[in-house]
């Protein structure tokens, strides 16, 4: 004999079975990923910050768990990440961002090349959100003097999970192997991702000195030194040196 | 007033205490901070040091650190940062303000004589350093010159006391004279008077160059100060070269000489510097150094012959080499503001003028801060006005350091020559 049918038995089943179709037919190569690229603060240091967030729509989180984010951001050659600082970050486990190529800190912008830095951030409830501080260069002094414009382009967008589950997507591209994090040498490979930038391209402008004044400034400079120098010269030479016995009791004497 | 004046006059130990109390507050207070704004208390330098320090601890070099310009013995000294903890270096540069602040006193006492004793003259002179905010400020913040500066005064103290008795003095003096200069170069300038301290007590205007290089020759003392400083000062120097190599020598020693740094700082020669990036010729820094050589020379000879006014030939001189630097920052304030309890005893000068001249020398610093930060923080074009607050804090830096020349008598001890001064025991 048949028992009666069970109401929660079947929810359960349409339940699973919804589950069981929607995890077949998810394209883990659908990623619809949307970049945000803000840079905060003034002056000569800054952070960029970036807002990452991966298929909106469907919430389709647990495609994400356990994979990680890597940027690689290419800055011009008026801005520069001070891998120093960048190395006390990842050693407070505070960012984990590391530069791919030799960084000048003292450089001026006309002496140095554009640099690359790695993000990489785990993925979270199909978010992520980094930052990078980033420091201006001096710029060479010009005719008229005004602002340097710096133009920070979009980062590459890079995609690495711990299974097997990438390698379906875009078959066509080569895989791009850089390292796993800051943390290590050690390499992985990584998919690049295409993404929608929700932001304008990030434009950061630096003051430069006015060489139309570099005449002025020389002369105005060399004339205040020497007026300095004389009047302290002259100072020294007229000082007559007095000495006074150094006596507490002296009151008590007179 | 006179519950103030009680607590003035405690026993220095008292006071090394709330020194090393304030000091070791702000530490605590840098961590906060450091972690809530964005402006950080604590200096670069002090990651500067704890890195090269790591590389140290790690068997690297410590030039592998960018911008490491100082010598590895700095860097050896933090190496307890990577093993007991990051403020070490604070509490240890925070220490070597309590030694200066000690070895102030008894230099004080020995200038002024036995009598000083009966005053408290040399402890107010090294509450000038103890309590000075920004000696407090540059060990708090994490910079080294504490260090550089208490070898100077340790230097001193031999030369000018009997704390060692003999031609050992002389030769423990040119020790900590040499590793001053080792560390950090400028002290090169303090080599000459300290040199003639030991000759004549005097050197008359009249003095041909023949009579000059005769004056020159050295006696005992001269010869074993002149030998002991360059022993040390060659052997530190060969031995981290043995270590580190060229690395060792072009960052602490080649870069200082030719730094062109065109990065706003203090210095009158700032925006010229930037401006003149990429001209060539450099006309105006060599008139500067000219000037400065010759200021140098002057004060060497008229100041330094005399025991007496030799901490003034020290601290006029620091006062020309900071202010005459085509790369000035505030720590290199506390090169000068070390050697200023050694002669501030001396200057006869009324307090509301010395309060004026304070003020002059500090608002002229804020000015030029306030459009240095309109600049670095807003990224406003603001570089003509840098440079005139800049020429303004050079003027101001000169015509106190003239004001206080007039005023130099020696042994007026704050003007504490009066029996009601004296100390209640």
């Avoid at chain 2, 200096?43 to 592998?64: Q, T």
Wanted: charged letters at 15%.
């Amino acid at each position: 004999m048949l028992r009666p049918f069970n109401n929660k038995n079947l929810c359960f089943s349409f339940i699973l079975l919804f589950a069981c179709f929607g995890y077949l037919s998810a394209d883990p190569c659908n990623f619809n990923v949307k970049l945000k690229q803000v840079l905060k603060n003034q002056g000569f240091h800054r952070n960029i910050s970036y807002g990452i967030v991966f298929n909106t729509d469907d919430g389709n989180c647990w495609m994400y768990k356990d994979c990680v984010v890597g940027l690689d951001q290419t800055l011009p050659h008026g801005v520069y990440a001070n891998p120093d600082e960048l190395s006390t970050l990842r050693r407070l486990k505070k960012l984990n961002a590391v530069p791919k190529t030799r960084i000048n800190t003292e450089m001026p912008a006309e002496h140095s090349y554009p640099t690359t830095t790695y993000i990489t951030e785990k993925i979270k409830d199909c978010k992520v959100h980094v930052w990078l501080p980033v420091h201006a260069r001096y710029h060479l002094a010009t005719p008229g003097g005004g602002m340097a414009r710096n133009t920070i382009g979009p980062p590459k967008l890079y995609l690495r999970c711990p299974d097997q589950r990438l390698d379906m997507c875009n078959k066509a591209a080569t895989p791009v192997t850089f390292l796993c994090n800051g943390s290590s040498k050690e390499k992985c490979s990584w998919k690049e991702l295409p993404f929608t930038l929700l932001t304008d391209t990030l434009v950061w402008n630096i003051p430069v000195g006015n060489m139309e004044h570099y005449h002025a400034i020389s002369v105005g400079t060399a004339l205040v030194i020497a007026i300095g120098s004389l009047y302290l010269i002259k100072a020294i030479h007229e000082h007559k040196l007095v000495t006074m016995p150094f006596n507490p009791y002296s009151s008590l004497h007179n | 007033m006179n519950r103030y004046l009680e607590v003035l006059n405690l026993p220095l130990r008292y006071h090394l205490a709330a020194g090393l109390f304030i000091r070791l507050f702000l530490i605590v207070y840098a961590d906060f901070h450091d972690k809530t704004y964005d402006l950080p208390y604590t200096d670069i330098d002090y990651s500067v040091f704890s890195d090269a320090a790591r590389h140290v601890y790690n068997g690297d070099s410590p030039y592998k650190r960018q911008t490491y310009r100082y010598s590895p013995l700095i860097s050896y000294l933090l190496v307890p940062n990577i093993v007991l903890g990051k403020d070490f270096g604070k509490i240890l540069f925070s220490v070597f303000d309590l030694f200066i602040t000690v070895a102030v006193k008894n230099l004080v006492q020995r200038q002024l004589g036995p009598k000083s004793a009966a005053t408290n003259v040399p402890m107010y002179c090294s509450f000038l350093w103890l309590y000075n905010p920004l000696s407090i400020g540059i060990s708090t913040r994490g910079n080294a010159d504490s260090v550089s500066c208490f070898t100077i005064i340790l230097s001193l103290l031999f030369l000018q006391t009997d704390v060692v008795k003999g031609l050992k003095k002389y030769a423990l003096s040119g020790l900590f004279l040499g590793i001053s200069i080792h560390l950090r170069l400028y002290p090169i300038v303090f080599s000459f008077p300290m040199y003639l301290s030991l000759g004549v007590t005097k050197i008359p205007r009249q003095t041909t160059f023949r009579q000059g290089m005769l004056i020159l020759w050295p006696n005992i003392s001269q010869l074993i100060l002149a030998t002991s400083c360059l022993v040390t000062l060659l052997g530190l120097t060969y031995s981290m070269y043995a270590l580190y190599g060229y690395d060792f020598l072009y960052e602490t020693y080649i870069y200082h000489v030719h730094r062109t740094d065109t990065r706003h700082n203090f210095s009158v020669l700032f925006y010229y510097s930037y401006l003149n990036t990429n001209q060539g010729l450099d006309l105006v820094k060599n008139v500067t150094n000219l000037f400065k050589a010759v200021i140098l020379f002057l004060l060497s000879i008229k100041y330094g012959p005399d025991p007496q006014t030799l901490p003034l030939a020290m601290f006029c001189q620091t006062v020309v080499v900071v202010a005459f630097n085509s790369v000035m920052t505030s720590q290199y304030f506390v090169w000068f503001l070390s050697l200023l309890p050694l002669v501030a005893h001396s200057f006869r000068i009324k307090s509301s003028k010395a309060l004026l001249l304070a003020i002059i020398w500090v608002t002229a610093q804020g000015a030029w801060l306030f459009y240095a930060y309109l600049l670095e923080f807003k990224g406003r074009e603001v570089f003509f006005l840098i440079w005139l607050k800049g020429v303004v804090f050079f003027c101001s830096n000169i015509f106190v350091l003239v004001q206080l020349l007039r005023s130099y008598t020696v042994g007026y001890g704050f003007g504490f020559g009066q029996a009601t001064h004296l100390k209640t025991q």
